[in-house]
C-alpha cells in the first residue's frame, strides 16, 4: 500500500521543482544597460524606421512620401539627393598615414617590453645584450610595417577590380550606374542575378525569390511580394515586401524603389559595427600584464591594484582587472 501512494508524492515534488525553477526564470534581473558599452549602444544594428514605414504603404502613397515616380528621379533631382545622402557605401576602415600605423606597431607590448629590457642593458653595462634586443625590435618593427603596407596595397588593387553597377530609371529611361551613386528615391530594375544595391521596396514583383543567406544565414531563397505589409514581422528581414542591401535574386523579375542607401541600410549599420575599433584579446591583456610587472616592479598577482593609468593610456589597452 506505501508503494501506490509515493509516486503522486514524487510527482507532486517534481512539479513544485518545476514551478520553482518556472518562477526563478520569470523573475530574473533585466540585464543593466549601464554596462553596455557606448560603442555598443552608438553602433547599433537596425533596421532603418523609414525601412519599416514604407513595408505599410501601397505603391502610389509611397512614391509621394519619397518624392518620387514610377517613371524614375530626373538626373538634376538625383544629383541633389547624392549630395545630401552621400555616396552609397557601407562604412569601411579608415585609410592612416604611414606615421600613424608606425606609430600604433611602436605600441605593441612586446616592442615595449624589448625597448625597456634593452635600455636597462644598456644602463647595466652590458651593451651587447641591448643591442641584441634593440636589433630585435627594429627587424620586427620593420617587417611588420612592410607586411601591412603590402597587403593594404594588395587590397585596394583588389577592390578598384570589382566594378559593381545597377539597372536605374532615370528620366524615363533604364540605365546602369554605378553603386555607390544610388539615390533615395531611384526606381530600380530587378533581375535573377542582382544584387540588392540598398534597402528597397518592391512596386511589382513576379516570381521573386531572394537570397537573404548573407544577413541570416538562411540556406534557401525567400519569396518576395509587393503588396502593403502593414503590420510589422517580429524581425524585420522577415518582411515580404522589402528587399536588403547585400542580399541577391535568385529568380523572378521586379521593380523597386529606394529607401535608404549606404550606411543607413541595415548592412551599412553592420559594417559600422564591425569596423570600429575592437577590443583587446586575453592575449594582449596577458602581455600586458607582463610588461606592467617588468616596468613596475612588482608581482603580477598585485598587478590589478597597482596598474598607472598612463601606461594604459600609451597602450590603447584595458587595464587588467
Given at each position: 500500500m506505501g508503494t501506490p501512494d509515493s509516486k503522486p508524492a514524487v510527482e507532486n515534488s517534481s512539479a513544485k521543482v518545476n514551478a520553482g525553477a518556472l518562477g526563478a526564470t520569470a523573475t530574473l534581473p533585466a540585464p543593466d544597460e549601464s554596462q553596455i558599452p557606448a560603442k555598443a549602444k552608438q553602433h547599433n544594428i537596425r533596421v532603418s524606421p523609414a525601412v519599416l514605414d514604407a513595408a505599410g504603404k501601397d505603391g502610389d502613397e509611397l512614391l509621394r512620401s519619397l518624392r518620387t515616380a514610377s517613371a524614375g528621379l530626373a538626373q538634376s533631382e538625383a544629383d541633389s539627393r547624392a549630395r545630401t545622402a552621400g555616396p552609397n557605401e557601407v562604412a569601411q576602415e579608415r585609410q592612416r598615414g604611414w606615421f600613424i600605423r608606425f606609430l600604433i606597431i611602436l605600441r605593441n607590448p612586446l616592442v615595449i617590453l624589448l625597448a625597456v629590457l634593452s635600455s636597462i642593458s644598456f644602463a647595466t653595462g652590458d651593451p651587447r645584450?641591448?643591442?641584441?634586443?634593440?636589433?630585435?625590435?627594429?627587424?620586427?618593427?620593420?617587417?611588420?610595417?612592410?607586411?601591412?603596407?603590402?597587403?593594404?596595397?594588395?587590397?585596394?588593387?583588389?577592390?578598384?577590380?570589382?566594378?559593381?553597377?545597377?539597372?536605374?530609371?532615370?528620366?524615363?529611361?533604364?540605365?546602369?550606374?554605378?553603386?555607390?551613386?544610388?539615390?533615395?528615391?531611384?526606381?530600380?530594375?530587378?533581375?535573377?542575378?542582382?544584387?540588392?544595391?540598398?534597402?528597397?521596396?518592391?512596386?511589382?514583383?513576379?516570381?521573386?525569390?531572394?537570397?537573404?543567406g548573407t544577413l541570416t544565414g538562411e540556406s534557401l531563397p525567400v519569396e518576395k511580394f509587393h503588396d502593403a505589409d502593414p503590420n510589422a514581422a517580429n524581425s524585420p528581414v522577415e518582411l515580404k515586401n522589402i528587399c536588403f542591401m547585400g542580399t541577391s535574386v535568385q529568380s523572378g523579375t521586379a521593380t523597386a524603389v529606394v529607401v535608404v542607401t549606404g550606411v543607413q541600410t541595415y548592412l551599412g549599420t553592420m559594417a559600422s559595427s564591425i569596423t570600429q575599433e575592437g577590443t583587446p584579446t586575453s592575449f594582449v591583456n596577458a602581455i600586458a600584464r607582463i610588461l606592467f610587472a617588468i616596468v613596475g616592479g612588482a608581482p603580477a598577482s598585485n598587478l590589478s591594484n597597482r596598474t598607472d593609468g598612463r601606461i594604459n593610456l600609451f597602450l590603447g589597452i584595458e587595464a587588467p582587472h
Open positions: 645584450a641591448g643591442s641584441v634586443m634593440a636589433g630585435m625590435i627594429v627587424l620586427s618593427v620593420t617587417l611588420r610595417f612592410l607586411q601591412e603596407t603590402r597587403a593594404g596595397a594588395a587590397a585596394a588593387k583588389l577592390k578598384a577590380m570589382i566594378h559593381v553597377t545597377a539597372t536605374v530609371v532615370r528620366n524615363g529611361k533604364p540605365q546602369e550606374i554605378p553603386l555607390r551613386d544610388l539615390v533615395p528615391g531611384d526606381i530600380i530594375n530587378l533581375s535573377a542575378g542582382d544584387m540588392i544595391p540598398g534597402d528597397v521596396r518592391i512596386l511589382s514583383a513576379k516570381d521573386l525569390f531572394v537570397s537573404q
